[in-house]
DNA sequence: CCTTAAGCGAGACGGTACGTCGGGTCTTCGT
DNA sequence: ACGAAGACCCGACGTACCGTCTCGCTTAAGG
């Protein structure tokens, strides 16, 4: 049975909407606990009772999950990445993401027990996306390869190269090309 | 004329040997200035009269230049591309690149201008390689697109994402995959 | 009429264990009520429900007042004054009030309703011990004074200064030294 | 040789300032060290790096030695004595001392080290002047005993008593009272 | 008997202060 | 003028307690 008085949601709230604010007027590595919490009106025991780290607490509010974006399913191998890839850009490119995403990748470096989180729930939630499309594709007889790891990293990969290591844009009409890119490679033999 | 003392170079390399071995000890964002100072035998002023940030200080150290790695003319694109993506593999996996380029991009994204000096410097060079094969390729009369910025990020970007957002592991054979990607990418049309 | 469930003796003696425990093992200020009420397995409530400070509680548990201790007549005046100072430094050096005098004495002088009550329970109980010694003498035709409170502090205040300002220690005979000195005060004219 | 920027004189009187300010606003307990340091504006390593703890901090700021009172000589022991115990009440009810020592004294039973300083700096230059009168008492030809640590108790033990022990006043003629029971108790054999 | 008020252990709450560390700047002396 | 050294102000870190407040659960007295 659980003991004690129960954790208050009102303090997940108000550290939510904290976070987001100082994140919009001052990016991730500007961000303190402290800062969070006096914004938040919150203690800061109450802030390391929920997360360990700074990239925890972001991870959890602005990562904190509605990713089941199902695929659409366009009857074609091509539309249906490129659909992905324009989300994943709209993902990535979002009020937050990109305030967060190069420091949060960084704290994961260091952290191997949130990178073991952010791998679960991210990157393989997207990897499962490409997943279904590819089988869809098999289903229809299109050819589509035994390797959703590598389609994924053929779309997210260089959509983050032009965000954050080129850049910070992403030139018009990529999610198309990385479609076709995709389709293209799925559709060759690797050694001749 | 220079007046007074002029800078000493022993202390560019004890700095250089202090960054790299705290970095081999401790990780980009356990590396501090005051440290790098005390184990160089140096005083903090000496490095913020050559660099104005942690962020330049490794950028200039372990990042520093020796990028003139001459792309090979093998007499395929398919094959100078993937000698190309090895390449880029084994810098991103080096000893320090791997312990540095997260929390290194994190600090681009919050300072623009060396954010701009490393597109010049990393980004832009590689392109350049890119180019370069692209046009011999173009040359022998192969399909070569013309957007090497396109095709350097179907390189980096799956070998960043691999490293830094998934596992950190390289699949094996992924230069030649992504090489094929590539070659295939730009034997076809984008618009059905 | 007390209606509801009557207050639990066990939580007195558990916090009175856990006091003295954690007062022999750390000292006063390291003392504190999350330290007791987790030691006496207790909830915090439960404490501050019967006591409003730390320095209440202590307080109460240690200085809890059996002070009843009668003076000996031995019939004689400096005897009797001997027999007090005797007592008094037994109580000051016992076991807790070494390690809680100066700190409770610190936290009186920012509490006055706690001083008064600790005036009233030790100090004028010890007066009233002086001024029934003083009146036995007076009744044998000694000379004694009309002061308590000054005998009082003549034996108190050098006991306090040798224990707790200069070294630590009380030196040999000094209950006789002491009270000779008030004897002595006493049969003197105090303006020439 | 001293290498490195020499402390500076302005944070040890900034901080002098605030210790005051702060003691006279809010009394030793309230005091903090970050109080301190935001509002002498400087910053609390500074004070760290000059005292170890907030005890040892005021100690140096309000007690910080200048007792070098010489002892009035006014040809009598017993006006010597009384105009010694006048000048430890003045100085015990002083406008620092008053707020200061209680809590003080606590901290010193903590800290031992502290304590030590205490000792030497405060009670054995007092206990020297109680030596020095009482010599030149001797050389009058009176009796002074052998125990200037004995005296110098008998003063300050009861003027403590009756500032901080009991109500907080200090009777009037207490100083006289004082001088002749130490008079009187020098004249006296201690064993019948 | 059955309500019901108050007690209970537990522990989360908003705060304050701790002592440490690092950032980037400034000031000394010696070279 | 540069060098090492190190003090400067600032501000964040993660921890520990404070005194208060819910929880769900006894526990007895009063109706």
Redesign the pocket.
Known sequence: ?N??????G??DE?VADAVRALLAEAGYQAL????VAARA??????I??RWR??AEMVFAVVVHGPHPVAPADSGSLRADLSALAEHIIDLLSGPYARLVLPGLTADLSADPALAARFQAGVIDAERALVAEILDRARARGEDAGDDPAFVHALLLGPIYTYLFLAGGEVPPGLADRLASAAVAALGTKESP
Chains 1, 2, 3, 4 share one sequence.
């Open positions: 049975m003991r004690g008085r129960p954790r208050s009102h303090v108000a303190s606990i402290d800062g009106g919150v203690g800061k025991a109450g390391y009772r780290s700074k």
